[in-house]
């Protein structure tokens, strides 16, 4: 990669281009099993699952996918919070060629239906206590095997006496139900029992999509960006050589962010897996109490985290009395948000760690930008971009002219994490992969930026539309909107977040009822409840008479909230 004036300023030892391994995914567990096969690869409760026993039962789980009638390039929906199963459940679809779709635990039925069907995916690894809210939908949505578990499965007894306790000879088809019509339902342990110990072989290449991970891209609804196994694979090496301290085979991750969202799929999992570090699980980051306990107790050295989950625990009445020391903890990461500058300091302060602040997004696999761990960590911004990462600020009106340092405009990014494409959108793909006259692919991420003199990326302003709601999950205005015009009352709808500008929204609905029509807040909430996660349900609604719109019609979202920061 030619010079670029941020190269001067990289952690010691970090080139500004690296040697990528050619390799799956799955290459990458085997590997680390064969280097580290008795190191603690998964902590969950009272559990621990070796990298040799990781490997082990992801071949039993691929053999029974198999055996479902998996082949390559399938996709297989991963319904579950973070637990062992999640983690096995990934590299157990790899390993036999196929696709993960996770979806986010907190979706409700229409959601969970609509990504499914969109994916195509026609089985699903299904966390059992979300089943019921899901089955009534789930027959319509192409699915034709649910494979459900329990958090209590993996939590306790080691894996050994779960699939030694009546272990089954019987085929996993005689134990499905047929209750769901054409959906065939298993336990997981009961597939795991009579799975063969190995798969059929299968041929599984860099260039293969290993994943779909949904995301409203640069504006719109959600959209499956492919993640060839190349990508994640890449990312997972240029964050790995960015923490320099961090020693393969020595750290112990906290995976609190939910393994559904691409921030935690490769700073978490896929890091551990290359380095050979132990992950903690952690089901529910908002039980902020067992969180604490489990740093300490695991002596947690690395935890990505987002700017809230940060926050928290600087005001937790435990942290400031000192009942937990998280002093084992060498780094964190930021992302997803704008990391305040107070919470930053005090965090540090607190826990004597380094925290510093970074920028991704899906599309990129997603890790772009970082301050450095050791060196100037410049507060404020989104740091340097990680090897073999180019970027460039262009106009926002065009967006095909280069702009020079501390001018504002839209960042583009290239590299070899960007993503193949949306999953059966050229269109969208075309609008946001571009190449330039030289042929050189570049991502529009549709975040406005500013470059400093010496290479420091800022963002100022978020992507024009997107609510960032706590702990950094996205809400995209158009997909509430959407929900709400179904309500026989509402004639005009359109949502913004609050506070305006801020790192932790809420949803804010703004409505036109119709003539002679009424509804009162409560009822729309209840509306939107039924019908989307709890964090997308507005919080606020505001009837008016009208909406503000340009001259073509077009609801402007943009004057709401301006009119709310005058508020």
Known sequence: MEARVWHAHYPPQVPASLDYPAVSLNDLLMETARRYPDKAALIFAQNTITYREMNDLVNRLAAALQHLGVHKGDRVALYLPNCPQMVLGYFAIWRIGGIAV??????????????????????????????????????????????????????????????????????????????????????????????????????????DIAALLYTGGTTGLPKGAQLTHQNLVTNAVQIAFWLTPLKPGEETVLTALPLTHSYSLTMCMNQSVYRGYTQVLIADPRQLDNLLAAVDAHQVTLFPGVPTMFLAMNQHPGVRAGQYQLRSIKACISGA???????QQEFQRITGSVLVEGYGLTEASPITHCNPLHGEDRIGTIGLP?????????????????????????????????????????????????????????LHTGDIAVMSVDGYFRIVDRKKDTIIAGGGLKVYPREVEDVLYEHPAVLEAAVIGVPVGGADQ?????????????????EIRSFCRERLAPYKVPKYVEFRPSLPKSGVGKVLRRRLAEEEMQV
Not at 386 to 392: G, R, Y
Request: aromatic share 6%; with cysteine; net charge negative.
């Open 506 to 522: 809420r949803v804010k609905a703004f409505i036109v009822l119709r003539p002679e029509a009424q509804a009162d807040e409560e």
């Open 386 to 442: 990680l090897p073999d990462t180019d970027c460039k600020i262009v106009d926002s009106e065009t967006e095909t002219r280069s702009l020079g340092p501390e001018q504002p405009g839209v960042l583009c990014v290239s590299g070899p994490q960007l993503m193949a494409g949306y999953w059966g959108m050229p269109e969208e793909t075309a609008n946001v992969l571009r190449r330039d006259h030289t042929g050189k692919l570049w």
């Open 337 to 343: 948000a704008p990391l305040p500058r107070e919470v």
């Open 102 to 207: 996770p979806v986010n635990i907190a979706y409700v039925a229409r959601e969970f239906a609509h990504q499914v069907h969109n994916a195509g995916a026609t089985v699903a690894l299904c966390w059992e206590a979300k089943w019921e809210q899901v089955q009534d939908v789930a027959t319509g949505s192409g699915l034709r095997h649910v494979v459900l578990t329990g958090l209590e499965e993996f939590a306790a007894r080691s894996w050994e006496s779960l699939l030694g306790a009546g272990r089954q000879t019987t085929s996993p088809d005689q134990g499905a139900s047929d209750a769901y019509e054409e959906i065939h339902v298993y336990r997981l342990l009961d597939l795991l029992r009579v799975a063969p110990a190995q798969t059929s072989p299968i041929r599984v290449l860099p260039e």
